[in-house]
T-cell receptor, first 112, second 111 residues
Framework: NAGVTQTPKFRVLKTGQSMTLLCAQD?????MYWYRQDPGMGLRLIHY???????AKGEVPDGYNVSRLKKQNFLLGLESAAPSQTSVYFC???????????FGPGTRLTVT | RKEVEQDPGPFNVPEGATVAFNCTYS??????FFWYRQDCRKEPKLLMS???SGNEDGRFTAQLNRASQYISLLIRDSKLSDSATYLC????????????FGAGTRLFVKA
């Protein structure tokens, strides 16, 4: 099993550009999450999903959109990137919201 | 006040030392507790779950004190490979589940 995978691993965007980050998991988990991690601030939840076709806002959702059309995939979109979105983005999943979360390797995004 | 607070460190200890980390949480609806480990530029990975009765895994011991709302992690006989950031994680049950990560405590183990 690959676990949780993320693409791309690195990306540099110019302000105003758009992009989509893909997260895929092969563990048949119901719950999936998108976090961003900035120095000294820990992980902050952007959006999450409790099952195929569902999405919900987390702590810092502004500027991001998500979709969960298939159970195994969770997409994070940036419609108009801003320098404040420079961060490391982690995707995670678990089968029940109360369980251990399994993380992907992260995407390092720089917006210039 | 942050919902989950950790001493950011860094903790600098020699090999073989015993080191303890504490984490406090503010919401009494907290239901599940974990310690994760994160290596530099890597993803967080579960180190251990934390139970009210306490639990031990080799050199690592985790304790939960619900009355005082804190959890702890004790590492005995520190190894160079223990150098990492340790994240305290609390899951609230408030109708739905909410996972809160502490900002992490950095540990450097030196030869």
């Amino acid at each position: 099993n690959a676990g949780v995978t993320q693409t791309p691993k690195f990306r540099v965007l110019k302000t105003g550009q758009s992009m989509t980050l893909l997260c895929a998991q092969d563990m048949n988990h119901e719950y999936m999450y998108w976090y961003r991690q900035d120095p000294g601030m820990g992980l902050r939840l952007i959006h999450y999903s409790v099952g195929e076709g569902t999405t919900a806002k987390g702590e810092v959702p502004d500027g991001y959109n998500v979709s969960r059309l298939k159970k195994q995939n969770f997409l994070l979109g940036l419609e108009s990137a801003a320098p404040s979105q420079t961060s490391v983005y982690f995707c995670a999943s678990n089968d029940r919201g109360i369980d251990e979360q399994y993380f992907g390797p992260g995407t390092r995004l720089t917006v210039t | 006040r942050k919902e989950v607070e950790q001493d950011p460190g860094p903790f600098n200890v020699p090999e073989g030392a015993t080191v303890a980390f504490n984490c406090t949480y503010s919401n009494s609806a907290s239901q599940s507790f974990f310690w994760y480990r994160q290596d530099c530029r890597k993803e967080p990975k579960l180190l251990m779950s934390v139970y009210s009765s306490g639990n031990e895994d080799g050199r690592f011991t985790a304790q939960l004190n619900r009355a005082s709302q804190y959890i702890s992690l004790l590492i005995r006989d520190s190894k160079l490979s223990d150098s990492a950031t340790y994240l305290c994680v609390v899951i609230l049950n408030t109708g739905g589940f909410k996972t809160i990560f502490g900002a992490g405590t950095r540990l450097f183990v030196k030869a």
